[in-house]
């Protein structure tokens, strides 16, 4: 099994900052893509940012210039810097990652989500 547990986020006012960490672990041979995605109330998953295995970001354009993904392959984390929040970011961050087993297979995990929620 893997896992991904995700850490940060909570309360924050609106123009203010925070930090979301995920850590996957479990039978891991490789992990490539890591990535954040955002579900507001009644609404579906979007993509907020990922990152490649080679470290190259992709945002979402709400996302560009204020928040910034990154990794650290060697603990299998990933973070994500959010700056400069807006009260519609809300929701639940939702941590993923694309991963490789020992089989040679390749699967995505999903982590159980951490809420954000930015206040006006």
């Known amino acids: 099994q893997v896992q991904l547990v995700e850490s940060g986020g909570g309360l924050v006012q609106a123009g203010g900052s925070t930090r979301l960490s995920c850590a996957a672990s479990g039978s891991i041979v490789t992990v490539n893509a890591m990535g954040w995605y955002r579900q507001a109330p009644g609404t579906g998953r979007e993509l907020v940012a990922s990152?490649?295995?080679?470290?190259?970001?992709v945002y979402a354009d709400s996302a560009e210039g204020r928040f910034t993904i990154s990794r650290d392959s060697a603990k299998n984390t990933v973070y994500l810097q959010m700056n400069s929040l807006k009260p519609e970011e809300t929701g639940v961050y939702y941590c993923t990652a694309e991963y490789r087993r020992a089989s040679g297979r390749n699967y995505r995990a999903w982590g159980q989500g951490t809420q954000v929620t930015v206040s006006s």
């Open positions: 990152i490649s295995k080679d470290d190259v970001p």
